[in-house]
């Protein structure tokens, strides 16, 4: 291990709050690696109107210039939704970038877990399409998980009682991030990681390895991908393995 570990930023999922990283956040961090869960502002109802996914974007820019600043460097980790607005945050955050810029620190990779992650021009909703959501319901500009099917889709791994009661953790979710588009490919600006969950009913893996045939295509560069038999969500069914993905991502080089 280097001497120096980045600071891990993770960008949760749609629905998801931070606690639902906990398990990671307090391991990463355990093994010396600063480590903190970004709590999108598209999650939970509020009043006014409900936040973009260029809203999101922004609120992880900010996040990670306030560490960049620090002079420090950035593994950005992106579940699910996540993926779309942590690629659209990297405009100028990259360390590369801040260098030419003369500042110290900057992201320098972006590690999707089974995340969405389409060229410029795409959505998450066009990036499903075809995926089952069934379990998701409409309320206004706010979306909300139906419990028994979304722990059927979300949490396949778990036990059916320890899944549903996961689901109903989750909280509700601006729908018009699902519209957004992509207008910043970050995946240009830095290295890429990839975790494929193969048993995934929320984003198949096939969709996963379209993303991944995407970037390498757009950028000419070569994602590192790895693999584990799990679900959509190995945050809850599975950490110790995504700890110790994320962990070789923080030590892979350029």
């Known amino acids: 291990m280097s001497s120096t570990n980045p600071t891990i930023l993770i960008v949760p ?11 990671i956040s307090d391991s990463l961090r355990a093994a010396g690696y600063d480590t903190y869960v970004i709590y999108l502002p598209s999650i939970g109802r509020k009043p006014g109107p409900a936040p973009t996914m260029l809203d999101d974007a922004a609120y992880i820019a900010d996040a990670a210039t306030k560490v960049a600043d620090e002079g420090k460097d950035i ?5 699910s939704y996540g993926g779309i607005p942590a690629t659209q945050a990297i405009k100028g955050l990259a360390k590369t970038q801040r260098k030419q810029a003369g500042k110290a620190g900057g992201i320098v990779r972006l590690a999707y877990l089974s995340a969405l992650a389409p060229l410029v021009g795409g959505t998450a ?10 379990y998701c319901r409409i309320d206004g500009a706010w979306m909300y998980h139906d419990i028994v099917p979304s722990a059927t889709f979300n949490f396949s791994d778990l036990p059916e009682a320890e899944g549903q ?22 995946y240009e600006d830095v290295e890429i990681s990839w975790l494929i969950c193969k048993n995934d ?3 198949p893996p096939s969709f996963q390895q379209g993303f991944i045939d995407g970037i390498e295509k757009a950028t000419g560069k070569k994602v590192v991908v790895d693999e ?12 110790e393995k995504v700890v110790e993905w994320i962990k070789k991502a923080a030590q892979e080089k350029a």
């Open 125 to 134: 909703g066009a990036a499903l399409e075809g995926c089952d959501f069934s």
């Open 201 to 203: 009913k929320t984003v």
């Open 75 to 79: 593994l950005l980790v992106a579940h």
């Open 228 to 239: 584990i038999d799990t679900g959509h969500c190995p945050n809850a069914s599975a950490p």
């Open 13 to 23: 999922g749609s629905f998801s709050p931070p606690y639902f990283y906990t398990p």
């Open 165 to 186: 009661a996961w689901a109903r953790k989750f909280e509700n979710h601006s729908a018009v991030t699902f519209a957004g588009e992509l207008t910043y490919p970050g």
